[in-house]
């Protein structure tokens, strides 16, 4: 007498595995479509102002050209044409790159990395730490993105209050820095060192000056006419 073997129904089974694949593709649709309608992720030209203590970064993404350009410096670069300063302020510090290499960008975030916030931040973005801003750009640019519409909340909240930036503009980043160019640059200054100046009645500066040789440089690394 054979004894016949009852199948297993695999199908409830299988239907559960739809429903739990249909809910979550509606999920990450309705989150990345609500990320990526926003006025910054749309905008042709973002800037991103990174300061980790003394050191900053102009991460300026260009979506026309699909490009993501960064300027290196220190926070006590001036320009003496202008008068402006790096003086570790968000929107002075916008204003010098935007009047000093005479941007258009209106689209701008600043992301204060100081003392423990930026080996945080490159830990939760990358799994490690990393040593300096541009290390830090160069392992976002290699790293998957998948996911990064159920990640951007929770660094941004991680966040100190200095910073501005918003889960939009930090998906805008990673996405950029990965599907486009990475360009770098150091901003050169007149002296090596910092000098130091003396305003009476205003106390005593640290300035590395730039010259118009330099901007103008700078000018045509940024793809910036006129």
Known sequence: MRIRRRRK??????????????????????????????????????????KRDASVAFVLVNSNEESVKVLYTEANLYDPE?????????????AFFKDVFETGTTQWRYLDLGGNEFSKFSKEL?????????DLLRA?????????????????KSLSEKSNLDNSALLKLLDSLRKYDLDERTVRGITKNPIKVKIEGDGEYERIYIDSREKEGIREFLGIKG
């Open 140 to 156: 976002l640019k290699k790293r998957g993105g998948f996911f990064d519409i159920f990640v951007v909340g929770k660094v941004v």
């Open 82 to 94: 202008t008068g402006k300063q790096l003086n570790q302020d968000p929107i002075e510090d916008y």
């Open 126 to 134: 990358t799994g490690k730490e990393t040593r300096s801003i541009g």
């Open 9 to 50: 129904n695999f199908l409830p089974l299988f239907m559960a595995l739809l429903v739990v694949i249909a809910v979550f593709a509606l999920v990450y649709y309705t989150m990345s479509t609500s990320l990526k309608n926003s006025p910054i992720y749309s905008a042709d030209k973002v800037l991103y102002i990174i």
